[in-house]
DNA sequence: GAATGTGAACTGTTTCACAGCC
DNA sequence: GGCTGTGAAACAGTTCACATTC
């Protein structure tokens, strides 16, 4: 099993490997390297990880190694997710996520406030919370993206967790918990606000 | 100085123990432990690298410990950020952080497009992208927030670190490259989509 | 010669486990 | 007994450095 740092790097690397191959056929590691930021050492160790391998004389042969890479990373079909909250920010993913279709849709929204219910809101219908177990079955959704207010944060986890999901993304600052079998990812902008604050300020004041 | 993943944890034990204040004067480490979801030996061990010391008769006394935290981690005045890019995901953003003030303040907001600039929108004022610099002097900015188009991200953070900017959250899903004396943190959201559909997908399956 | 593949070394982070204290 | 504080051990992640390959 791939280490959460190896997959992010992953995913990354797949998405700047799609637009080399535009350009070129094989690329070495240093020139990964220097698209991505990361150490050549780290991009051969990640490849090696994969059980993929390159030749000295070309590197590595762009598709051959992308198509490696989405065999570990990506589900032979789309993934179904649905978004719980449809707030400003919810609101603000749902258009943004109107942009990656096929691969990642959010095929339905839910809210408590009974005005949001039924409309399509930011190109995506949205429920009522009380419809949740059922869309879920029906629309075979494995993916959850929680962005209503913290103090409802656990609750719509529990429900979720309930109804059979097992990967969340949680954009509420309420630290959630989780059965150990799913997956959540916090994103807790305020967070990483401040985080930003204090190494900006504490910056290495050289150079 | 501490690292990342230490102040990311403090900033998480100081939102809890502000909670926690109302309701008690001490805490000890399990107990902490419990609410954040980290293990009591690397709370008391986050504990100690910020100097503070607990008695093992009644743990930490909260609000001294909560102080020392402040101390670290908060400037003595509030931070004054910028946004750039007034599309959904910055709006989202501005509406946001309207309920953060004033310990994190968005003075103003920056678009290429003429129709937004010298409007206010989500309850900030936009101003066009030229206007950069003067505020950024004028208003003593400190920190920025990427929400354009991954095309033009490395442009407009190449103009910010110009203008003295020396921290950046960057939410398009460019890599872009600053200075080493830039703090620069991505929030890549389909990166961590991507993320959490592979480790749900490839969940333990057991209990 | 310049690249990959990789054992070994290193660095950073977390946990263990226990002395000391109340 | 149950807590803190912390050296030491364990673990994870990254880089080094070099044998090997083209």
Redo the contacts with the bound molecule.
């Keep these: 099993m791939l280490?959460?740092?190896?997959i992010e790097r992953l995913i990354l690397y797949k998405k700047i490997l799609e637009e080399c191959a535009k350009d070129t056929t094989h690329i070495?590691?240093?020139q990964l390297s220097e698209l991505t930021g990361?150490?050549?050492?780290?991009i051969?160790?990640d490849?090696?990880s994969l059980g993929?391998?390159?030749?000295?004389?070309s590197?590595?042969e762009i598709k051959q190694l992308n198509d490696t890479i989405k065999t570990q990373l990506e589900p032979k079909k789309g993934i179904n997710m649905i978004l719980i909250g449809v707030g400003n920010l919810g609101r603000a993913i749902l258009t943004y996520f109107q942009g990656l279709k096929p691969a990642f849709s959010i095929i339905a929204s839910f809210d408590s406030d009974l005005h949001k219910a039924g409309r399509v809101i930011s190109g995506c219908q949205c429920h009522h919370i009380k419809e949740l177990g059922a869309v879920i079955e029906n629309k075979n959704v494995q993916l959850a993206i929680v962005t209503v207010p913290g103090a409802e944060a656990q609750g719509v986890t529990d429900a979720l967790v309930q109804n059979g999901i097992f990967g969340l993304v949680n954009f509420t600052p309420a630290r959630v918990k989780v059965p150990d079998a799913v997956f959540i990812e916090h994103i807790d902008m305020r967070l990483q606000f401040e985080k930003v604050a204090y190494f900006a300020r504490n910056r290495k004041v050289n150079s």
């Excluded at 280490?3 to 190896?6: F, G, V």
């Excluded at 990361?38 to 780290?42: D, G, H, I, K, L």
């Excluded at 993929?52 to 004389?57: D, L, N, Q, V």
């Design positions: 280490s959460k740092k190896t070495y590691s240093h990361f150490s050549a050492a780290q051969r160790r490849i090696m993929y391998s390159g030749t000295p004389k590197g590595y």
